[in-house]
């Protein structure tokens, strides 16, 4: 009866946040070397403005910019610095995070189960198209996954329901015909829940990022381990 399945992407298929801010620090590093700079104290700062920027952003993909994270600090550094060390530093990042990625155990085996049996996969995740796209494939997921809808797209990010209709109208499928999986409460779960989606948690025994909780939203399952997604869909391991 289910025909898709919906997936967040960081902390749900790979491990991100762990990644997050060792990336910064080496990103870091790189700055503080050329600018000659203590090491830790750049990356204390850095690591405050990275902060500053995923609040100051809300809902839009924004959030995720990292080159505003190496503006701030080095200008709060007030020392002159070559315009192109900002680039330089966020494309530092991302490949350091790209070359670092690590997938959940059981990932790329469920997902081909699934291919096998015919259902519909999307991930759906807050944030430009290009990185999307460029981590799943790094992660080595590209050639399992049909779709890749990235918030970039309709402007506002997960809850609201822009990304998960444009989701359901690619794929050709209704919300109840979908079941959307993720590891944060009000973004992957209340957000499709709103559109009739069937949602669950993704609460790995390990490694993993439980976020969003608000006390009111109520997951349609959880799992701990990836494999246990089959069981939604009827199909035995
Ligand atoms: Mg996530």
Same mark, same amino acid.
């Given at each position: ?25 080496? @990103? ?7 600018? %000659? ?7 204390? +700062? ?20 990292? *080159?505003?994270?190496?503006?701030? @600090? ?49 991930? +759906? ?8 796209? =460029? ?19 309709? *402007? ?22 979908? *079941? ?8 992957? *779960? =209340?957000? %499709?829940?709103?559109?009739? !989606? =069937? ?17 009111? !939203?109520?997951?349609?399952? +959880? ?15």
């Amino acid at each position: 009866m289910f025909k898709a399945l919906l997936l967040d992407l960081d902390d749900t298929l790979i491990k991100s946040s762990q990644l997050y801010e060792k990336a910064l620090h080496f @990103a870091s590093d790189y700055i503080a070397d050329k600018y %000659a700079m203590d090491k830790e104290m750049f990356f204390q +700062v850095a690591l405050e403005k990275d902060t500053l920027v995923r609040r100051n952003f809300p809902t839009v993909h924004t959030r995720h910019s990292r *080159i505003l994270v190496f503006r701030n @600090a080095l200008d709060e550094m007030e020392i002159k610095y070559d315009l192109s060390s900002l680039p330089d530093a966020e494309d530092i990042y991302w490949n350091y995070f790209r070359q670092n990625i690590e997938v959940y155990d059981g990932v790329l085996e469920t997902l081909a189960v699934l291919k096998k049996h015919k259902i519909k996969t999307a991930i +759906v995740s807050d944030g430009g198209l290009s990185l999307r796209i =460029r981590k799943t494939q790094q992660a080595g997921l590209l050639p399992f996954i049909d779709e890749i809808f990235a918030s970039e797209e309709v *402007i506002f990010e997960k809850p609201f329901s822009a990304i998960f209709t444009l989701t359901l109208n690619r794929l050709g499928v209704e919300g109840n015909e979908a *079941i959307m999986l993720g590891n944060n409460y009000k973004n992957d *779960i =209340r957000g %499709a829940q709103l559109v009739g !989606i =069937r949602a669950g948690l993704f609460d790995p025994k390990k490694d993993g990022n439980v976020e969003g909780q608000d006390g009111t !939203i109520v997951a349609d399952f +959880v799992i701990h381990e990836f494999s246990e997604i089959l069981k939604e869909f009827g199909i035995k391991k």
